[in-house]
Structure formats: C-alpha cells, structure tokens
C-alpha cells in the first residue's frame, strides 16, 4: 500500500506475553499520519492490548513481555533506555470509560501542560481554552472552569479527556472505545470531533462499533484471538474483504 | 406456627435499629457521666483556676491547684510531636506499599506492619524506658530522657501501623483509571503519585491521620511510664511531661472519692473527650470538603 513509505507507527512483529499467555501473536502494521485507523475485532482479540502497547502502558504490568518493535517516526519506542514519559507525551490516549481527575475543569486539561513543565499562568490559561475549544467543549464549559470534572455529563467528560489529552500537543492519539459508555448524541459529537481532530493527528481507534468504524476510519484492520488477520482501506475492508474470517465478522456472523 | 419473610424482616430491622441505638446511648452515657461529675469539681474549684491554672498540683497541702493547661499543652506537645514524625512516615510508607513495593517485598512488610499494630503499649513503654529514652538522652546530651519527645517519639511508633494500614488502603482506593490517564500524559509515577494518587486518596489519608492521632491522644500507659510525669507547665521537647490521659491514670485510684480532687480528673477526662470530639468533627468536614472540591 502507499502508505508504508510515510507512517506514523509501524508495528513490527509484535509479541505479547501475560506471563505464560500469550496475547498478540506477531502483529504487523503499518500506521499512516493524519488518518483515522481503526482496530475491529470481537472481543478478546487483543485489540485494546496492541492499542495499549503503542503508548507503553504495559510497562505497568510487571507480567507483561513485548517482543518485536515499535517505531514512531522509524525510531524504536520500545527500547528500555528510551525515556517511556516523552513518548507518552507524545503518543496521547482516551480511555474506555471518561476519566477525568477529580480536580477542576480547567486542571484537568492544565495537569499534562504543568507536568511537561508549563507553569506560566497566561500561557496555560490560553493552551486550556484553545484544547478545549478544539474538543468542542469551550461554549459549555468557560464559565465554570472551576467547577468539579466530576459534574460534567458522561460525554462532557469524555470530550474533557480528549481536550486534556490533545493540550499536550501529541502527535498520535490512541483512543480504547471512546464511545462505548456514551450515548448517541454524545457519540455522534466525539465522532464530529474525530474527523476535526484527524486533520492534525495521527489516530489509532479501537471500536466494537463497526458502523462507527465505517462512519470515521479511513484504514481499518480485523483482529481475531492475537491476530491481525487483514488491514486496508475501510472500504476493502468492509465491502471487499480478502479474508473469509473478515467476511464473516464485518458480516455480523459473529462477533 | 410459621415466620413469614415479612416477619424477619421486621425482626432484622428492629435488632439492628437496637444496636446502632445502643452505641450512640452507650456514647452519651460515658459524655453525660464525665460531664456530670467533672461539673461537681466546680462547687469548690473556680473555673477560671482550672481552665487557665498554670499547675496542676491536687495534693499539695493546704493550697491544691487544679491548673489543667500544662496538662493539656503536654497532651498536645505529645500528640503533634508524634504527628510530626508519624504522618510524613506513615503516608510515605503507605504510598511505597500501594504503589512501588514488588511483591515480594510487600509479601513481607505488610504482616510485620499489622503485628507491630498489636505489640501491647505497656510493652512499647518497656522499651521507652530501656531504649529510646537513654539513646535521647545520649543524642541531645541531656540527663535524662524522660521527656516529651521520648513520648512523641514511642507515641508515633504506635500510631504508625493504623496510619500505614487504612492510608494504604485509601491509596489503594483510588480507580487505577486515574492513574493511567497521568501516565499517559507522560506523568513520572512520583509525579502521578503527588498530583493525582495522593489528592485522590486524601479523604481516606485524613481518616488514617485522624485514626492514628486519636490513637496517641488517648494513648495512657506508654506516656505515662516513658515521659517523666513531671506535672509542672513544659517548657518545650526536652521536658518532662505529664499529660491528661496519665494524670487521671496515676490518680484517680489514689483520690478518696467525692473529694474536689476526685471530680476534677472526672472534669479533665470530659475536656480530653471534647478535644478528641473536636478534632473528629474538624476532620469530618475537611474531608468532606476534599472529597467534593479537589
């Protein structure tokens, strides 16, 4: 495909162990800038782990083995001496379920500014409100940055999360089922948002959504119990899978 | 004759209402007793002579003064001694414990924290007198260290396993979510620790302050046999003191009863229990408070 020569991440026979347990079975892929890439897959494929292994945060699990590579620009991520906080920085992630700090609104989004060193006050007031008005979430929020997180609506919070992950400026956006705990209104906006937000970032979505993959991903890739079993346009994907297994899923013979 | 679900429902009901009744009959009865023979102490003593008398000296013959304040200043000289040293200690270990031991290393502390929890204090005031105390006295180059930072000191040791079990717990509490979300804003675990785990859990750290200072606030035999119980006011860490808890410990059993001497420990016990009642209540509002705002 042409965009090998220009991606983002690229995963290179990827191994992951829990213990004695071996969860991704040698996973290749390739992952363009400035696109939408979704993993698909029913549950317990390993799709939330590869997502979770892109921004290293299985080195919290001390069970936890990676073999294989990682490149983010062509350089390794994986590396023990690599400093594990930069690529965090700037790799960025949305969880599952919204997340927020139970701090304010406004120290939400200013903790990854402050702790990346940003003490400034008016430049954190404008970092904030600029994250926050490219999640969409400035006109309900300005007036009471001070408020709790925790008050927010369910897709409130979600969107909270993205603006605080996208005020560090990351240049991938890992995203684990951003939408599952949300409503349909609230998905609609975070899908709104994706498509904006694509324009600038390299993002990796993790979906059990497969509407929601064909509605925002460009590539889509089909994993099945630690496999990557096929990767491609979400067109061919979808429309024109190669792989019987793919065929049955994007299908909904199983799932 | 067959009980209906109805029945024992009823029945549950009325034995649990009893019993969460009793604890708080049982709590005003000890209050009300203190209370109402502490208030006999002042048909012969002024209140002023006992809430702002410097000397506490009953016995003394012919001109007994009932002075609580270098009482309650040894108590509070003690207890904040022991806060000092404990709080930093407990919660720095709890932290260690939640969040960095490896297991291994965990496996083995967090049994001898619990043990130490049980270690009787007449046995940690043992070791005050033996130990600590001649290695106070050796340090500072004082005579004798039998004094307020001996108590400070030994009154920490105590309290520490309450702060480090239920501040642990708390830690542990906090949804890892939290966590992960620092991380993956490239937060190093110190700073994940200090900015999002710690105010996250700082309710339950305020519980385990509170647990573990109520703790050596009542905390009797210890201080009593390893401060010195020198009854006049302290001047500061390196003076003997003798505080509430051990004052009504030493003499009540030698005072003739109905004596102004008699109810006046009554009316310093009701003192110490307003002190502890004060701080519970001052803690259940600042938790309260971080529990919202943060």
């Known amino acids: ?255 | 004759m067959k009980i209906t679900a109805q029945q024992t429902d009823r029945l549950a009901a009325i034995v649990f209402k009893t019993a969460g009744w009793l604890s708080v009959v049982v709590l005003l009865s000890i209050f009300s007793m203190l209370l109402f023979n502490g208030a006999k102490a002042f048909r012969t003593i002024s209140p002023v002579d006992f809430f702002f008398g410097l000397n506490w000296n009953p016995a003394a013959y012919g001109q007994p003064k009932f002075g609580i304040l270098s009482l309650i200043f040894s108590t509070l000289l003690v207890t904040l001694g022991a806060m000092l040293i404990a709080v930093p200690l407990g919660i720095g270990t709890a932290a260690y414990m939640a969040v960095f031991a490896p297991r291994r290393v965990y496996r083995l502390i967090k049994p001898v924290i619990e043990l130490f929890a049980g270690v009787p204090s007449v046995a940690v005031g043992f070791a005050g007198i033996t130990v600590v105390a001649p290695a106070i006295a050796w340090v500072f180059g004082l005579n004798n260290g039998l004094n307020a930072l001996n108590g400070a000191f030994l009154l920490a040791l105590m309290s520490l396993p309450t702060i480090i079990i239920v501040a642990e717990e708390a830690i542990r509490a906090v949804p890892p979510t939290f966590q992960e979300a620092s991380y993956a804003l490239g937060a190093t675990p110190q700073k994940t620790l200090w900015h999002v785990t710690l105010p996250a859990a700082m309710s339950g750290i305020l519980a385990a302050v509170m647990l573990g200072m109520g703790r050596a606030l009542g905390e009797t035999m210890t201080v009593l046999m390893a401060t010195g119980n020198a009854s006049a006011f302290p001047g500061g860490f390196f003076d003997s003191v003798r505080t509430m808890t051990a004052t009504i410990a030493i003499e009540l059993g030698e005072t003739a009863q109905g004596t102004a001497h008699y109810y006046v420990l009554f009316a310093v016990g009701a003192v110490l229990f307003g002190i502890s009642l004060t701080i519970n209540i001052i803690s259940e509002k600042i938790a309260r408070r971080f529990r919202y705002k943060i």
């Open chain 1, 1 to 255: 495909m042409k965009e090998t020569t220009q991606s983002k991440l690229e995963i290179r026979n990827l191994h992951l162990h829990f213990g004695k347990k071996e969860i991704l079975k040698g996973i290749s892929l390739h992952v363009p800038d400035k696109a939408i890439t979704a993993l698909i897959g029913p549950s317990g494929c390993g799709k939330s782990t590869l997502l979770r292994s892109l921004n290293r945060l299985h080195d919290l699990n001390p069970d936890a083995r990676l073999k294989g590579n990682i490149l983010l620009d062509g350089k390794s991520i994986l590396e023990k001496k690599k400093d594990v906080t930069d690529i965090r920085r700037r790799i960025g992630m949305v969880f599952q379920k919204p997340n927020p700090f139970p701090k304010t609104i406004f120290e939400n989004v200013a903790y990854g500014l402050k702790i990346n060193g940003l003490h400034h006050t008016e430049r954190l007031r404008e970092r904030v409100e600029h994250a926050l008005r490219e999640s969409f979430l400035w006109e309900e929020v300005h007036d009471q940055l001070d408020e709790p997180a925790l008050e927010l609506s369910g897709g409130q919070q979600q969107r909270l999360c993205i603006a605080r992950a996208i005020a560090v400026e990351p240049e991938v956006l890992l995203m684990d089922e951003p939408c599952s705990a949300l409503d349909p209104i609230s998905t609609d906006k975070i899908e709104h948002l994706m498509l904006r937000l694509r324009e600038r970032f390299c993002i990796v979505i993790v979906t059990h959504n497969m509407q929601q993959a064909q509605r925002v991903a460009d590539f889509t890739a089909f994993m099945y119990l630690g496999n990557l079993i096929e990767h491609g346009t979400t067109a061919e994907i979808f429309e024109n899978p190669q792989q019987e297994l793919t065929k049955n899923y994007v299908s909904g013979n199983f799932g």
